[in-house]
C-alpha cells in the first residue's frame, strides 16, 4: 500500500514565524511531489511542485526534497493569517500522466 | 480564462435515486480524476481517465460510475447503490507529460435528505 503520511495537525504557529510542514512517502518509486492549500469547504490549490533533491523556494514558501530518507516538507516564511489552511502533501510516479497518493493533510493555524 | 467547472455546488440526493456531478474543463488536459473527501480525510480516488472513451476504477469505484465521452467532460453518477454518499466530490484534470500536477475544480457537495 503506497502511503503519504503527514502529521493532522493542528501546528499553530505566531504570525511572522516559519511554519514547517512536513510528509513521509512510502513508495521509493516516486518522482515528483506537490503541496496543495485546501481553505475549509474549498478545494485544493497547487502551491508549490518539486522533483529533484533539494529545496525550491517560491515567494514565502520553500518545498524541500530528500528522497533517500523519503521526506517532503514545506516551509512557509513570515507566516501570516491566511496562510491558516489544511495542507496536503502528494506523491506520484513519473509517467505520462499522475496518478497522485495524498497524505491527509496538517491543518496549519497563524494567530495575529 | 481557463479551468475546471463543477456543477451543482450542491446537491441532495433522495434514497433510491442516481445522481450524476458535472465536471467541464477548457485547460485542454488528457486526465481527469474523481476524488471523494470526508471530513478529516484525505482524498479517495474514486475513477480516472486518462483518454477518451477510456476509464480505470480508482480505489473506492463501487457505487459510482463514469463515461468520458469527450476530452473536456467526465461526469461521475452516484446510484443508489452508493449507501453512504455524503461527502464532497472534487474533479481534477493533468496534461500528460512527465511530472504534470492536478488542478481542481471548486468540488460538488453531495448530502442525503
Known amino acids: 500500500q503506497k502511503e503519504v503520511e503527514q502529521n493532522s495537525g493542528p501546528l499553530s504557529v505566531p504570525e511572522g514565524a516559519i511554519a514547517s510542514l512536513n510528509c513521509t512517502y512510502s513508495?521509493?518509486?516516486?518522482?515528483?511531489f506537490f503541496w496543495y492549500r485546501q481553505y475549509s469547504g474549498k478545494s485544493p490549490e497547487l502551491i508549490m511542485s518539486?522533483?529533484?533533491?533539494g529545496d525550491k523556494e517560491d515567494g514565502r514558501f520553500t518545498a524541500q526534497l530528500n528522497k533517500a530518507s523519503q521526506y517532503v516538507s514545506l516551509l512557509i516564511r513570515d507566516s501570516q493569517p491566511s496562510d491558516s489552511a489544511t495542507y496536503l502533501c502528494?506523491?506520484?510516479?513519473?509517467?505520462?500522466?499522475?496518478?497522485?497518493?495524498f497524505g491527509t493533510g496538517t491543518r496549519l493555524l497563524v494567530s495575529p | 480564462d481557463g479551468g475546471i467547472t463543477q456543477s451543482p455546488k450542491y446537491l441532495f440526493r433522495k434514497e433510491g435515486q442516481n445522481v450524476t456531478l458535472s465536471c467541464e474543463q477548457n485547460?485542454?488536459?488528457?486526465?481527469m480524476y474523481w476524488y471523494r473527501q470526508d471530513p478529516g480525510q484525505g482524498l479517495r480516488l474514486i475513477y480516472y481517465?486518462?483518454?477518451?472513451?477510456?476509464?480505470q476504477k480508482g480505489d473506492i469505484a463501487e457505487g459510482y460510475s463514469v463515461s468520458r465521452e469527450k476530452k473536456e467532460s467526465f461526469p461521475l453518477t452516484v446510484t443508489s447503490a452508493q449507501k453512504n454518499p455524503t461527502a464532497f466530490y472534487l474533479c481534477?484534470?493533468?496534461?500528460?507529460?512527465?511530472?504534470?500536477?492536478?488542478?481542481f475544480g471548486d468540488g460538488t457537495r453531495l448530502s442525503i435528505l
Open positions: 481534477a484534470s493533468s496534461s500528460r507529460g512527465r511530472s504534470q500536477p492536478q488542478h
Open positions: 481517465s486518462q483518454i477518451v472513451n477510456d476509464f
Open positions: 513508495d521509493r518509486g516516486s518522482q515528483s
Open positions: 502528494a506523491s506520484g510516479m513519473e509517467r505520462g500522466f499522475q496518478k497522485l497518493v
Open positions: 485547460l485542454n488536459h488528457d486526465a
Open positions: 518539486i522533483y529533484s533533491n
